[in-house]
Protein backbone atom coordinates (compact mmCIF):
# COMPACT_ATOMS: atom_id res chain seq x y z
CA UNK A 1 0.00 0.00 0.00
CA UNK A 2 1.30 3.66 -1.02
CA UNK A 3 2.90 5.23 2.18
CA UNK A 4 1.15 8.71 2.89
CA UNK A 5 3.08 11.86 4.49
CA UNK A 6 0.93 13.73 7.47
CA UNK A 7 1.02 16.79 4.86
CA UNK A 8 -0.73 15.08 2.71
CA UNK A 9 -3.12 13.73 5.28
CA UNK A 10 -3.45 16.90 6.80
CA UNK A 11 -4.40 18.66 3.45
CA UNK A 12 -7.06 16.12 3.23
CA UNK A 13 -8.67 16.79 6.47
CA UNK A 14 -8.51 20.44 5.96
CA UNK A 15 -10.31 20.41 3.13
CA UNK A 16 -13.36 18.93 4.77
CA UNK A 17 -12.99 21.92 7.43
CA UNK A 18 -16.20 23.19 6.09
CA UNK A 19 -18.43 19.72 5.67
CA UNK A 20 -21.47 19.20 7.20
CA UNK A 21 -23.14 16.13 8.12
CA UNK A 22 -27.12 15.64 6.93
CA UNK A 23 -29.34 13.00 8.77
CA UNK A 24 -32.62 11.71 7.91
CA UNK A 25 -33.91 10.58 10.68
CA UNK A 26 -36.13 7.64 11.63
CA UNK A 27 -34.34 4.66 10.83
CA UNK A 28 -33.41 1.88 13.32
CA UNK A 29 -30.13 0.86 13.57
CA UNK A 30 -28.43 -2.49 13.23
CA UNK A 31 -25.46 -4.96 12.31
CA UNK A 32 -21.62 -4.73 13.11
CA UNK A 33 -19.29 -2.14 13.39
CA UNK A 34 -15.30 -1.50 14.27
CA UNK A 35 -14.20 0.30 16.99
CA UNK A 36 -10.90 2.62 15.68
CA UNK A 37 -7.94 3.09 18.02
CA UNK A 38 -8.48 5.88 20.85
CA UNK A 39 -7.39 9.23 20.47
CA UNK A 40 -6.93 10.16 23.70
CA UNK A 41 -4.20 7.32 24.24
CA UNK A 42 -2.76 7.86 21.12
CA UNK A 43 -1.66 11.49 21.81
CA UNK A 44 0.29 11.20 24.84
CA UNK A 45 1.59 8.08 23.11
CA UNK A 46 3.11 10.17 20.54
CA UNK A 47 4.42 12.55 22.74
CA UNK A 48 6.27 10.41 24.42
CA UNK A 49 8.18 9.61 21.11
CA UNK A 50 10.32 12.70 22.75
CA UNK A 51 11.98 11.04 25.21
CA UNK A 52 14.33 8.48 23.51
CA UNK A 53 16.08 8.85 20.43
CA UNK A 54 14.76 6.29 17.39
CA UNK A 55 12.36 4.56 15.26
CA UNK A 56 8.70 3.42 16.65
CA UNK A 57 6.31 2.06 14.98
CA UNK A 58 2.64 2.07 16.24
CA UNK A 59 -0.74 0.10 14.76
CA UNK A 60 -4.28 0.88 15.23
CA UNK A 61 -3.37 5.04 14.69
CA UNK A 62 -6.80 6.25 14.46
CA UNK A 63 -6.84 9.05 10.87
CA UNK A 64 -8.22 11.82 12.66
CA UNK A 65 -7.53 15.90 12.70
CA UNK A 66 -5.87 15.60 16.57
CA UNK A 67 -3.56 12.87 15.67
CA UNK A 68 -2.53 15.02 13.10
CA UNK A 69 -1.98 17.96 14.67
CA UNK A 70 0.15 16.68 17.56
CA UNK A 71 2.24 14.76 13.92
CA UNK A 72 2.58 18.56 13.47
CA UNK A 73 3.45 19.76 16.52
CA UNK A 74 6.42 16.97 16.95
CA UNK A 75 7.55 18.03 13.36
CA UNK A 76 8.52 21.21 15.21
CA UNK A 77 11.48 19.71 17.05
CA UNK A 78 12.51 17.51 14.33
CA UNK A 79 10.49 14.47 14.20
CA UNK A 80 9.51 12.68 11.53
CA UNK A 81 6.30 10.62 10.80
CA UNK A 82 4.61 8.66 7.74
CA UNK A 83 1.88 6.70 7.63
CA UNK A 84 2.69 2.86 6.02
CA UNK A 85 -0.75 2.54 6.03
CA UNK A 86 -4.43 3.94 6.78
CA UNK A 87 -3.68 3.04 10.95
CA UNK A 88 -0.30 2.07 10.86
CA UNK A 89 2.65 4.92 11.93
CA UNK A 90 5.92 5.22 11.99
CA UNK A 91 8.14 8.30 14.07
CA UNK A 92 11.62 8.68 13.79
CA UNK A 93 12.64 10.69 16.42
CA UNK A 94 16.76 10.26 15.97
CA UNK A 95 17.52 14.09 15.15
CA UNK A 96 15.18 15.65 17.37
CA UNK A 97 15.61 18.59 19.00
CA UNK A 98 14.00 21.25 21.29
CA UNK A 99 11.68 23.94 20.27
CA UNK A 100 8.59 25.86 21.26
CA UNK A 101 5.30 24.11 20.97
CA UNK A 102 4.01 27.30 19.01
CA UNK A 103 0.44 28.80 19.53
CA UNK A 104 -1.09 28.50 16.69
CA UNK A 105 -0.83 24.79 16.89
CA UNK A 106 -1.46 24.45 21.03
CA UNK A 107 -4.79 26.72 20.54
CA UNK A 108 -6.19 23.89 18.17
CA UNK A 109 -5.85 21.35 20.87
CA UNK A 110 -5.48 21.37 24.52
CA UNK A 111 -3.56 17.48 24.44
CA UNK A 112 -0.48 19.83 23.15
CA UNK A 113 0.23 20.46 26.86
CA UNK A 114 1.47 16.49 26.93
CA UNK A 115 5.06 17.86 25.16
CA UNK A 116 5.59 19.63 28.48
CA UNK A 117 7.03 16.98 30.42
CA UNK A 118 8.81 14.88 27.36
CA UNK A 119 10.89 18.17 26.48
CA UNK A 120 11.97 18.91 30.20
CA UNK A 121 12.91 15.35 30.79
CA UNK A 122 14.75 14.88 27.44
CA UNK A 123 16.37 18.49 27.31
CA UNK A 124 16.09 19.69 30.88
CA UNK A 125 13.99 23.54 29.10
CA UNK A 126 10.50 23.59 27.88
CA UNK A 127 8.54 26.36 26.14
CA UNK A 128 4.78 25.28 25.47
CA UNK A 129 2.06 27.74 24.62
CA UNK A 130 -1.27 27.68 26.63
CA UNK A 131 -3.58 25.25 24.98
CA UNK A 132 -6.74 26.09 23.53
CA UNK A 133 -9.20 23.19 22.12
CA UNK A 134 -12.65 23.17 22.97
CA UNK A 135 -14.79 26.18 23.26
CA UNK A 136 -17.18 24.78 25.76
CA UNK A 137 -14.77 26.47 28.51
CA UNK A 138 -12.20 26.45 30.25
CA UNK A 139 -9.77 23.58 32.00
CA UNK A 140 -6.89 25.21 33.86
CA UNK A 141 -2.79 23.79 33.75
CA UNK A 142 -1.94 24.70 36.92
CA UNK A 143 -1.92 20.73 37.64
CA UNK A 144 0.69 20.17 35.10
CA UNK A 145 2.51 22.85 36.23
CA UNK A 146 2.41 22.39 39.92
CA UNK A 147 3.34 19.14 39.01
CA UNK A 148 6.40 20.18 37.17
CA UNK A 149 7.58 22.33 40.08
CA UNK A 150 7.48 19.49 42.84
CA UNK A 151 10.40 17.49 40.59
CA UNK A 152 12.20 20.39 40.67
CA UNK A 153 11.48 22.64 37.66
CA UNK A 154 11.34 26.21 37.89
CA UNK A 155 8.41 27.63 35.67
CA UNK A 156 6.46 30.71 34.54
CA UNK A 157 4.29 31.96 32.17
CA UNK A 158 6.09 34.70 29.76
CA UNK A 159 3.87 36.30 27.18
CA UNK A 160 1.24 32.97 26.86
CA UNK A 161 3.80 30.55 27.25
CA UNK A 162 4.80 27.73 30.12
CA UNK A 163 8.52 28.11 30.86
CA UNK A 164 10.10 25.17 32.53
CA UNK A 165 13.00 24.59 33.44
CA UNK A 166 15.16 22.12 35.31
CA UNK A 167 18.51 21.58 35.68
CA UNK A 168 17.88 17.85 36.92
CA UNK A 169 14.48 16.73 37.82
CA UNK A 170 14.21 14.49 40.91
CA UNK A 171 11.68 12.74 42.13
CA UNK A 172 8.95 14.23 44.93
CA UNK A 173 5.19 12.92 45.64
CA UNK A 174 2.34 14.65 44.17
CA UNK A 175 -0.92 15.10 45.79
CA UNK A 176 -3.74 16.28 43.20
CA UNK A 177 -6.69 17.89 44.31
CA UNK A 178 -8.48 16.56 41.72
CA UNK A 179 -7.82 13.43 39.56
CA UNK A 180 -6.51 15.04 36.05
CA UNK A 181 -5.74 12.63 33.09
CA UNK A 182 -3.83 15.19 31.24
CA UNK A 183 -1.64 16.36 34.51
CA UNK A 184 -1.21 12.75 35.16
CA UNK A 185 0.11 11.98 31.86
CA UNK A 186 2.33 14.65 31.64
CA UNK A 187 4.19 14.06 34.87
CA UNK A 188 4.54 10.26 34.21
CA UNK A 189 6.49 11.15 31.03
CA UNK A 190 8.26 13.32 33.34
CA UNK A 191 9.01 11.21 36.13
CA UNK A 192 10.28 8.54 34.24
CA UNK A 193 13.69 9.70 33.99
CA UNK A 194 13.76 11.75 36.90
CA UNK A 195 16.30 10.87 39.62
CA UNK A 196 14.98 8.81 42.71
CA UNK A 197 11.41 7.94 43.33
CA UNK A 198 7.92 10.12 42.12
CA UNK A 199 4.73 8.90 43.78
CA UNK A 200 1.34 10.46 41.92
CA UNK A 201 -1.67 10.45 44.36
CA UNK A 202 -4.65 10.43 42.63
CA UNK A 203 -3.79 9.67 39.67
CA UNK A 204 -6.39 9.36 36.93
CA UNK A 205 -6.85 5.39 36.58
CA UNK A 206 -8.51 6.00 33.17
CA UNK A 207 -7.32 2.83 30.52
CA UNK A 208 -5.74 5.53 27.99
CA UNK A 209 -3.12 6.65 30.81
CA UNK A 210 -2.76 2.92 31.74
CA UNK A 211 -2.23 2.56 28.02
CA UNK A 212 0.42 5.41 28.26
CA UNK A 213 2.01 3.55 31.17
CA UNK A 214 2.39 0.34 29.52
CA UNK A 215 4.14 2.12 26.60
CA UNK A 216 6.45 3.81 29.06
CA UNK A 217 7.51 0.41 30.46
CA UNK A 218 7.84 -1.30 27.34
CA UNK A 219 10.53 1.93 27.00
CA UNK A 220 12.52 0.81 30.30
CA UNK A 221 10.21 2.88 32.52
CA UNK A 222 9.96 1.35 35.91
CA UNK A 223 6.09 2.26 36.76
CA UNK A 224 3.95 0.48 39.59
CA UNK A 225 0.00 0.82 40.43
CA UNK A 226 -1.29 1.72 37.18
CA UNK A 227 -4.73 1.69 37.16
CA UNK A 228 -5.00 2.75 41.08
CA UNK A 229 -4.54 5.97 42.67
CA UNK A 230 -1.54 5.85 43.33
CA UNK A 231 1.05 4.96 40.91
CA UNK A 232 4.51 4.84 41.59
CA UNK A 233 7.47 5.40 39.26
CA UNK A 234 11.35 5.09 39.89
CA UNK A 235 13.71 7.38 38.07
CA UNK A 236 16.09 5.20 35.15
CA UNK A 237 18.48 7.21 33.40
CA UNK A 238 18.18 6.63 30.05
CA UNK A 239 15.29 4.86 27.60
CA UNK A 240 15.21 3.20 24.54
CA UNK A 241 11.89 3.48 21.77
CA UNK A 242 9.35 0.64 21.70
CA UNK A 243 6.88 -0.24 19.03
CA UNK A 244 2.86 -0.44 20.41
CA UNK A 245 -0.64 -1.05 19.06
CA UNK A 246 -3.22 1.83 20.10
CA UNK A 247 -6.16 0.88 22.82
CA UNK A 248 -9.67 0.92 20.96
CA UNK A 249 -11.27 3.83 21.58
CA UNK A 250 -14.10 3.35 24.71
CA UNK A 251 -15.53 6.86 23.65
CA UNK A 252 -16.09 6.31 20.19
CA UNK A 253 -17.47 2.66 20.89
CA UNK A 254 -19.91 4.40 23.33
CA UNK A 255 -21.21 6.79 20.36
CA UNK A 256 -22.13 3.65 18.39
CA UNK A 257 -23.61 1.84 21.19
CA UNK A 258 -25.87 4.97 21.96
CA UNK A 259 -26.76 5.41 18.20
CA UNK A 260 -28.56 1.74 18.83
CA UNK A 261 -30.46 2.59 21.74
CA UNK A 262 -31.67 6.04 20.40
CA UNK A 263 -33.02 4.43 17.44
CA UNK A 264 -34.24 1.07 19.07
CA UNK A 265 -31.38 -0.67 17.19
CA UNK A 266 -29.65 -3.96 17.55
CA UNK A 267 -25.95 -3.09 17.00
CA UNK A 268 -22.69 -4.81 17.67
CA UNK A 269 -19.22 -3.45 18.54
CA UNK A 270 -16.90 -4.82 17.92
CA UNK A 271 -12.66 -4.46 18.48
CA UNK A 272 -13.50 -3.01 21.94
CA UNK A 273 -12.92 -4.02 25.39
CA UNK A 274 -15.84 -4.03 27.46
CA UNK A 275 -14.15 -4.03 30.35
CA UNK A 276 -14.03 -0.40 30.15
CA UNK A 277 -16.86 0.40 29.57
CA UNK A 278 -18.73 -0.89 32.85
CA UNK A 279 -20.61 1.99 33.84
CA UNK A 280 -21.68 3.03 30.49
CA UNK A 281 -22.75 -0.40 29.83
CA UNK A 282 -24.71 0.26 33.32
CA UNK A 283 -26.76 3.12 32.01
CA UNK A 284 -27.49 1.28 28.83
CA UNK A 285 -29.18 -1.40 31.13
CA UNK A 286 -30.69 1.11 33.37
CA UNK A 287 -32.36 2.70 30.60
CA UNK A 288 -33.88 -0.82 28.88
CA UNK A 289 -31.68 -1.89 26.49
CA UNK A 290 -30.25 -5.25 26.46
CA UNK A 291 -26.55 -5.82 26.34
CA UNK A 292 -24.72 -8.78 25.58
CA UNK A 293 -20.88 -9.03 26.27
CA UNK A 294 -18.28 -10.95 24.67
CA UNK A 295 -14.47 -11.20 25.01
CA UNK A 296 -13.83 -8.50 22.46
CA UNK A 297 -17.34 -7.14 21.32
CA UNK A 298 -20.62 -5.66 22.96
CA UNK A 299 -24.31 -6.31 21.25
CA UNK A 300 -27.03 -3.52 22.47
CA UNK A 301 -30.71 -4.58 21.95
CA UNK A 302 -33.41 -1.76 22.26
CA UNK A 303 -37.06 -2.13 21.24
CA UNK A 304 -38.86 1.16 22.45
CA UNK A 305 -38.12 4.39 24.04
CA UNK A 306 -35.47 4.77 27.28
CA UNK A 307 -36.63 4.94 30.72
CA UNK A 308 -35.40 7.79 32.22
CA UNK A 309 -32.33 7.87 34.56
CA UNK A 310 -30.05 9.79 36.67
CA UNK A 311 -26.17 10.14 35.58
CA UNK A 312 -23.74 11.87 37.09
CA UNK A 313 -20.09 11.97 35.15
CA UNK A 314 -17.30 10.68 37.17
CA UNK A 315 -13.12 10.12 37.17
CA UNK A 316 -12.69 6.41 35.66
CA UNK A 317 -14.13 4.05 36.62
CA UNK A 318 -17.07 6.63 36.86
CA UNK A 319 -19.84 7.68 34.19
CA UNK A 320 -17.09 9.02 31.31
CA UNK A 321 -17.94 12.81 30.70
CA UNK A 322 -16.91 12.83 27.34
CA UNK A 323 -20.23 10.51 26.72
CA UNK A 324 -22.58 13.30 28.82
CA UNK A 325 -23.80 15.02 25.54
CA UNK A 326 -24.22 11.89 23.97
CA UNK A 327 -26.68 10.61 26.68
CA UNK A 328 -28.45 13.78 26.63
CA UNK A 329 -29.38 13.04 23.38
CA UNK A 330 -30.99 9.93 23.93
CA UNK A 331 -33.03 10.66 27.18
CA UNK A 332 -34.02 13.67 25.11
CA UNK A 333 -36.20 11.05 24.01
CA UNK A 334 -36.77 8.78 27.48
CA UNK A 335 -40.44 8.39 28.61
CA UNK A 336 -40.11 10.85 31.58
CA UNK A 337 -37.42 13.24 33.31
CA UNK A 338 -33.88 12.54 33.49
CA UNK A 339 -31.40 14.23 35.60
CA UNK A 340 -27.30 14.78 34.12
CA UNK A 341 -24.71 16.06 36.38
CA UNK A 342 -21.10 16.97 35.13
CA UNK A 343 -18.99 16.84 38.02
CA UNK A 344 -15.40 17.04 35.65
CA UNK A 345 -16.79 20.23 33.44
CA UNK A 346 -19.65 22.26 35.29
CA UNK A 347 -19.75 24.07 31.91
CA UNK A 348 -19.86 21.43 29.75
CA UNK A 349 -23.54 22.32 28.51
CA UNK A 350 -23.28 24.08 25.01
CA UNK A 351 -24.96 21.53 23.62
CA UNK A 352 -28.27 22.27 25.16
CA UNK A 353 -29.35 25.02 23.26
CA UNK A 354 -29.00 22.79 19.64
CA UNK A 355 -30.43 19.96 21.01
CA UNK A 356 -33.51 22.48 22.05
CA UNK A 357 -33.52 23.71 18.43
CA UNK A 358 -34.28 20.45 17.42
CA UNK A 359 -37.51 19.72 20.17
CA UNK A 360 -35.29 18.38 23.29
CA UNK A 361 -36.87 19.62 26.60
CA UNK A 362 -33.81 20.69 28.61
CA UNK A 363 -33.45 22.91 31.30
CA UNK A 364 -29.68 23.89 33.12
CA UNK A 365 -29.01 24.80 36.54
CA UNK A 366 -25.35 24.92 37.37
CA UNK A 367 -23.75 21.44 36.50
CA UNK A 368 -27.05 20.04 36.39
CA UNK A 369 -29.23 19.15 33.08
CA UNK A 370 -32.93 18.33 34.05
CA UNK A 371 -34.12 16.72 30.81
CA UNK A 372 -37.86 15.80 30.19
CA UNK A 373 -38.24 13.21 27.52
CA UNK A 374 -40.23 14.21 24.70
CA UNK A 375 -42.02 11.44 22.00
CA UNK A 376 -40.22 12.76 19.25
CA UNK A 377 -37.67 15.46 18.03
CA UNK A 378 -37.83 17.26 14.77
CA UNK A 379 -34.93 17.82 12.45
CA UNK A 380 -33.85 21.56 12.05
CA UNK A 381 -30.12 23.16 10.80
CA UNK A 382 -27.78 22.86 14.20
CA UNK A 383 -24.32 23.76 14.93
CA UNK A 384 -21.57 21.49 16.48
CA UNK A 385 -19.90 23.51 19.57
CA UNK A 386 -17.78 20.93 20.59
CA UNK A 387 -16.14 17.13 19.64
CA UNK A 388 -18.75 15.69 21.79
CA UNK A 389 -21.57 18.22 21.12
CA UNK A 390 -21.61 17.60 17.57
CA UNK A 391 -22.37 13.76 18.10
CA UNK A 392 -24.63 14.06 20.19
CA UNK A 393 -26.15 16.26 17.92
CA UNK A 394 -25.82 13.53 15.09
CA UNK A 395 -27.14 10.88 17.12
CA UNK A 396 -30.59 13.34 17.96
CA UNK A 397 -30.53 13.42 14.13
CA UNK A 398 -31.52 9.56 13.72
CA UNK A 399 -34.32 9.75 15.52
CA UNK A 400 -35.56 13.73 14.28
CA UNK A 401 -38.36 13.71 12.00
CA UNK A 402 -37.68 15.08 8.63
CA UNK A 403 -33.68 16.61 7.94
CA UNK A 404 -31.19 17.47 10.73
CA UNK A 405 -27.70 19.01 9.40
CA UNK A 406 -25.29 19.71 11.55
CA UNK A 407 -22.53 22.19 10.42
CA UNK A 408 -19.05 22.94 11.83
CA UNK A 409 -18.38 19.43 12.07
CA UNK A 410 -14.61 19.94 12.01
CA UNK A 411 -15.25 19.03 15.37
CA UNK A 412 -16.40 15.94 15.09
CA UNK A 413 -12.75 15.05 12.61
CA UNK A 414 -10.93 15.88 15.61
CA UNK A 415 -11.80 12.35 17.15
CA UNK A 416 -14.51 10.31 15.13
CA UNK A 417 -12.87 8.84 12.21
CA UNK A 418 -15.66 8.75 9.45
CA UNK A 419 -18.18 8.08 11.97
CA UNK A 420 -21.01 8.89 9.13
CA UNK A 421 -19.61 5.98 7.45
CA UNK A 422 -20.05 3.50 10.48
CA UNK A 423 -23.32 4.49 10.82
CA UNK A 424 -24.32 4.57 7.44
CA UNK A 425 -22.91 1.07 7.49
CA UNK A 426 -25.50 0.32 10.18
CA UNK A 427 -28.56 1.32 8.30
CA UNK A 428 -28.70 5.44 8.86
CA UNK A 429 -29.52 7.84 5.97
CA UNK A 430 -26.97 10.04 6.83
CA UNK A 431 -24.18 11.55 4.41
CA UNK A 432 -21.30 14.35 4.49
CA UNK A 433 -21.84 17.39 2.61
CA UNK A 434 -19.71 20.07 1.34
CA UNK A 435 -20.81 23.60 3.06
Known amino acids: MKAHSERERDTTIEALSMDEIWVQGGRRLSGRVEVGGSKNATLPILAATLLAPGVYRFTNVPDLKDVSTMLQMLSRFGIVSRREALHELSIDSRNAQNADA ?169 CVDPAELGSLIGKLEAIGASVEISERSIRLRASERPTPISVTTAPYPGFPTDMQAQFMALLSVARGSSTIVDTIYHDRFTHVAELQRLGADIRVEGNTAHVHGVEALSGAPVMATDLRASAALILAGLVAGGETRVSRVYHLDRGYERLEEKLEALGASIRRVRA
Not at 185 to 211: D, R, S, W
Not at 214 to 243: C, K, N, W, Y
Open 102 to 270: PYELVKTMRASIYVLGPLLARYGEARVSLPGGCAWGPRPVDLHIRGMQQLGAEVEIEHGYIVARAAALRGGTIAFDVSSVGATGNILMAAVTAAGKTVIENAACEPEIQALGHFLRSMGAQIEGLGSPRVVVSGVTSLHPADAPMIPDRIEAGTLLVAGAITGGDVETG
